[in-house]
């Protein structure tokens, strides 16, 4: 019997739920099973092992954030035109993945090595942002500038966070006339867009 590629998505999309609630250790095939609506002797012909579905899981889902950051790396935008588009891969990368920044913190904090063998084939170096800020200081291209680091570390803050705390924020906003699903997430992406204006005023 060959192994049907419609089958095999279905098993990874219901692997990326279970690993996203419950990380590696937690996550049981029969959950994936019964997610991806099989049976776990199927789901044992397609992925021999727990650990080895979940680095399909873990490698596609890394790939996929980091290839939100090669606009980063584009030189013939200007660096705020890159850091507008970053935000916009972003907020479409964390609707997907809404619990991708929870799930590398936790799988890091288990196991760090496997995270830094899979990041270092991973990251293009022309794509890191505090390096391509230094770059754009050095060259004149921002006329104030800013700590780099505490910028990258807002602003993905700003891009992730809302997404983390989706599940509250659903509630909050319900309270006060705003839908998450609606326009609010909009209204938000945008926020961090003034924030990269104001740094580069």
């Known amino acids: 019997m060959g192994k049907d590629s419609t089958t ?3 098993i990874l999309e219901a692997a990326k739920d279970v ?6 250790y937690g996550a049981r095939m029969q959950d994936i099973a019964d997610t991806a609506g099989i049976n776990k002797a199927l789901l044992h012909y397609y992925f021999r092992s727990k650990e080895k579905l979940f ?3 873990f490698d596609g889902a890394l790939a996929n954030y980091f ?3 090669r606009v980063i790396g584009d030189t013939s935008l200007p660096i705020k035109e890159r850091l507008m588009q970053y935000v916009d891969n972003m907020f479409a990368f964390f609707t997907e993945y809404p619990q991708m920044s929870m799930f590398i913190i936790k799988e890091i904090s288990i196991n760090p090595e496997m995270f830094h063998e899979k990041v270092k084939h991973l990251k293009n170096q022309r794509s890191l942002l505090i390096p391509t800020l230094e770059e754009a200081f050095a060259k004149g291209e921002i006329n104030t500038p800013f700590d780099p680091v505490l910028f990258m570390v807002n602003l993905h803050s700003m891009c992730a966070y809302p997404f983390l705390a989706s599940p509250l924020y659903k509630v909050m906003l319900k309270k ?3 839908d998450w699903d609606g326009g609010a997430k909009d209204q938000i992406k945008q926020s961090v867009k003034d924030f990269i204006s104001f740094k580069f005023q």
């Not at 690993?19 to 590696?24: A, D, I, Q, T, V």
Request: glycine share 12%; no cysteine; charged share 30%.
């Open 19 to 24: 690993f996203m609630k419950y990380g590696l």
């Open 67 to 69: 290839s939100q950051m």
């Open 55 to 57: 680095d399909a899981v």
């Open 8 to 10: 095999e998505e279905k």
């Open 176 to 178: 006060h006339g705003y």
